[in-house]
């Protein structure tokens, strides 16, 4: 499943990273100067081990798109969460769900 946030356009071409697909998660992450406006990815080699919403001190220069990849477990995840504060379940907690798994991968967008 891929998931396209509304408020965002992509220059990239991801057409591989769909077709490709084999299982876990992805997120798109974009190098940015104040990295601390934006959700930021803290990286291990290839796997996500953490997302910070608006980080006063970011623990890299990477911010999470609106670009997400799930497996068939995302059903799974989904049925597990409880909702936010706003009352609605939270793709941040869906992100985490599979960062917690191990299952989180992300690729660098070289693109604006």
Do not use: C, H
Not at 1 to 21: C, H, P, R, T
Not at 22 to 31: D, P, Y
Not at 51 to 63: F, L, R, T
Not at 64 to 69: I, R
């Amino acid at each position: 499943m891929a998931v396209i946030l509304e408020d965002n356009i992509f220059q990239d071409n991801v057409s591989g990273d769909v077709s490709g697909f084999t299982g876990g998660g992805r997120i798109f992450l974009k190098e940015v100067p104040e990295a601390n406006r934006f959700g930021v990815a803290e990286l291990d080699g290839d796997r996500v081990i953490s997302i910070e919403k608006k980080p006063e001190v970011p623990k890299s220069d990477y911010a999470v798109t609106g670009l997400y990849m799930y497996d068939f477990e995302v059903f799974d995840a989904v049925r597990k969460l409880t909702p936010s504060g706003r009352g609605e379940l939270e793709i941040t907690d869906v992100n985490n769900y599979y960062i917690g798994e191990g299952w989180m991968m992300y690729r660098v967008l070289d693109r604006g």
